[in-house]
């Protein structure tokens, strides 16, 4: 799945590139650009000096796919509303995306010199309790999708930023539809989800489940983080966790301060305590770009091969970094869609 054809850059922004950037192609799994375009009135397929990611960004940083999100989802005009903007970005021309829908979207859209979107809902506060709507949106080709942002609903409850873990977990409707999207095929999302609604999910997925943006508790004290055990039960469960380059969920010893300062190292540092409560099948890239503020090392999207070539001096293979750039969501995708 390697051939969308990009000229090897060996220089990027002064800095030497020691590796190919080609190499490893990158399946990010969560970003807020859909979002953040609009707001920022900016266009995706225009270089910009803001945000993280728009088409010439994804280019240079080799990323071929990601998990475009729809949030808020709180109530069901707002989530119409954020599927009705999703399409517009992705169906405009220029923009070079290209809906994935299926497994096999991810090869074809890359033979077309596509960027592949995955529809994504974070947070589904605005489904009824029956289910339609989850059989509407599947038809609109949903995919992924996190039961609470940072609030409860009527299926589930989410960790709040201020850290209370309110022993309110999933309700039973919400265990119903998480059942029930699951045998559609739609993967499930634990990021964001309070620790006791974790714990449920756990207890009835059926399938490997992904905390698309989310890092080490152990690193960052963060309630946004996961701790040792659950990073070990996901794992068990043959999911994933991605990455999130925001700061606030990245500042060993400073949980939600900004230091624009921070390195690859403290990325490094939460990969290696993830890696130490699972393995390597576990890690997976989830940027959070254009919905937090990031390291300067991480300013942006085209960054990332900076990334990879640090991970590679540092005890990291080039097997290891193509899982962790794209195989592992990948395997789960293919577990868990159709
Ligand atoms: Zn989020």
Known sequence: MDNLEIKSTKKMNGNELKMDKNKYWILDGHNDSMIAIPRQKR????????????????????????LFAVFPGFTKKMLRKGVKNWFEIVNEKENELIQ??????????????????????????????????????KTLGLRSMGITWSNKNKFGTGVSFV???KKRGLTEKGKDLIHEAQSLGITIDVSHLNEPSFWDLIEI????????????????????????????VIH???GTIGINMGMIFLNPGKPGKRDTEMGFDVIKKHIDQIVSFSDINTIAMGSDFDGVKTPNCMKDCAQYPKLFD????????????????HENLLRVFSKTWD
């Open 236 to 238: 068990e469960k043959h």
């Open 205 to 232: 997925t059926q399938k490997p489940i992904i905390a698309s943006h989310s890092n080490s508790r152990t690193v960052c004290d963060h309630p946004r983080n996961l701790t040792d055990t659950q990073i070990k």
């Open 310 to 325: 640090y991970l590679s001096e540092n005890g990291y293979s080039e097997q290891d970094i193509k899982k962790i750039s």
């Open 163 to 165: 850290g209370k873990q």
């Open 100 to 137: 994935i829908k299926n497994y096999k979207d991810f090869e074809s859209s890359q033979a077309e010199g596509k960027i592949g979107a995955v529809l994504h809902f974070e947070g589904i506060g605005g489904f009824d309790g029956n289910g339609k709507l989850l059989h509407y949106y």
């Open 43 to 66: 266009s995706f397929s225009e270089r910009s000096e803001i945000g993280h990611i728009d088409k010439p960004r994804m280019r240079e940083g080799n990323i071929k796919a990601g």
